[in-house]
């Protein structure tokens, strides 16, 4: 599976950006679609999974703001970024978990597949 991130950005905050990330190579209605994000100095985070029938996670600094979608037609996964702040300035990634419909378990290390990161600054 092959994932290419876009979208990032800069924007001030209150504003809102929407990431996409096109899987290619695989099947990708059948994997769990996620994205990550990684702010200078610290780790890799969970932001939001997607199972195959649309079931939603999300973390909690993040709920009610963000939304991930999957278009399973365009096998496309999108992350609509809405109330932005600026700690959610970082590089998201998007992942995939190849081996799995469902979501079990969000670590960065069960997604064995990672696009390119993509950047999104939110300035005060």
């Known amino acids: 599976v092959q994932l290419q991130a876009s979208g990032g950005g800069s924007v001030q905050a209150g504003g809102s950006l929407r990431l996409s990330c096109a899987a290619s190579?695989?099947?990708?209605?059948?994997?769990?679609m996620g994205w990550f994000r990684q702010a200078p100095g610290k780790e890799r985070e969970f932001v939001a999974a997607?199972?195959?029938?649309?079931?939603?996670y999300y973390a909690d600094s993040v709920k009610g703001r963000f939304t991930i979608l999957r278009d399973n037609a365009k096998n496309t996964v999108y992350l609509q970024m809405n109330s932005l702040k600026p700690e959610d300035t970082a590089v998201y990634y998007c992942?995939?978990?190849?081996?799995?419909?469902?979501?079990?378990?969000?670590?960065?290390?069960?997604?064995?597949?990672w696009g390119q990161g993509t950047q999104v600054t939110v300035s005060s």
């Open positions: 190579g695989g099947t990708f209605s059948r994997c769990v």
């Open positions: 992942a995939a978990q190849s081996y799995s419909m469902v979501v079990r378990t969000t670590t960065a290390e069960s997604f064995d597949y």
């Open positions: 997607v199972s195959w029938s649309d079931s939603s």
